[in-house]
């Protein structure tokens, strides 16, 4: 079975951009575009993968890390994705348990890479 | 005072008065003035966030394309569509130098210091330059530094700084010219650390040599400039130079190449 991908992120350009990316790369997408929805999809079935969009309109990408550790279901590693690298922000990221943090938008070959490293 | 203030009560009253009046109006029109720029600010700082969403979606795709994953292209095709992504790329990173300016210019830049060797981040930054230098036929050389003692910065900023330095030394060298990085100690014990990237380029006449590092200026400001950029990379430069208690400036004259220094304290206060 291939690996499953939840891609947190509000903006539907580009959440269509990795949909196409990720199921031509032969993994199961699924996506969310609020934090709401994000801890709705990722508790029913835990994922893989999730790709983390930090700024989200309802709040931080960060809460649902922490609502989903609640309910024991975090994926097996998440991704933040920033628009900005501050070495603040990175560190919150990291400490909130995301296995890496980075700049958008991260070329296609390095994000394969990595999920692909995470995974194996 | 006039004399005739001392004379009369009356009117020296009244002038201060009128005095005070311009200073309040003063007061107020500064306010205006800083509201003005504080708003200015933070739309500089939305649009470009903004700008970058649509701008990230259409490199991604243009990848999508460029790496087969929809099917294999041919060379045309492949070309055309790396086209899309390097200018793309180029337009992020324009974008990403307008929300560096504004970061640091409305004060929400904190410096993150180690210690770090610069001979180090002047030899990555040489590597990192290698393939655009070498399509002008230019030699980008560190001249000295292996013997300096290590600098107590915010290390990604030094970088950033000596990287756009060394960017505008390719951008506005001749093929075939030479760039190089030196490094020296000065003030009274040697106190400061002095980089210098120089080059054998066209140069900057001596009264544009302020006018450089103001943001958004550009010598040559003209549509049909060669080098075109946002304008704000020396300002950057000169803001995150600043925030480390150092000076930047270039000595140049037109046609015989410029050489631009930074300097920063060895020992500034640990906190």
Known sequence: ?120 | MTMSDRRDPAALKKRVETLEQQAEEAQRAIDELRSRDALKTQFLSNISHDLRTPLAAIITHAEILRDGMLGELNQKQRDSVTGIVNGGQQLLDMIDEILTYVRSASDQVSLVRTEFSLAEVADQLRVLNQALAAKKRLTIERLNGDDLPPVYADRDKIKHVLGNLIGNAIKFTNDGGRIWIAFSRRGADGEEVCVEVGDTGRGIAPNHHELVFREFAQVDASPSRPHHGTGLGLAIARKLVELHSGAIWVESELGKGSRFFFTLPLNPPRD
């Open chain 1, 1 to 120: 079975m291939s690996a499953r991908i939840l891609i947190v992120e509000d903006s539907p350009l580009v959440t269509d951009a990795f949909r196409v990316l990720f199921t031509e790369a032969g993994y199961e997408v699924d996506a969310a575009a609020t934090v709401a929805e994000a801890i709705e999809r990722g508790s029913s079935d835990p994922f893989d993968i999730m790709l983390l969009d930090i700024s989200l309109p309802d709040g931080s990408g960060l809460e649902i890390m922490n609502a989903l550790r609640e309910r024991n279901s975090l994926p097996r590693a998440t991704l933040a994705m920033t628009g900005h690298s501050d070495a603040k922000s990175r560190r919150s990221c990291l400490d909130a348990g995301c296995a890496d943090v980075l700049l958008k938008p991260v070329p296609i070959g390095e994000l394969l890479r990595r999920i692909e490293h995470l995974l194996a």
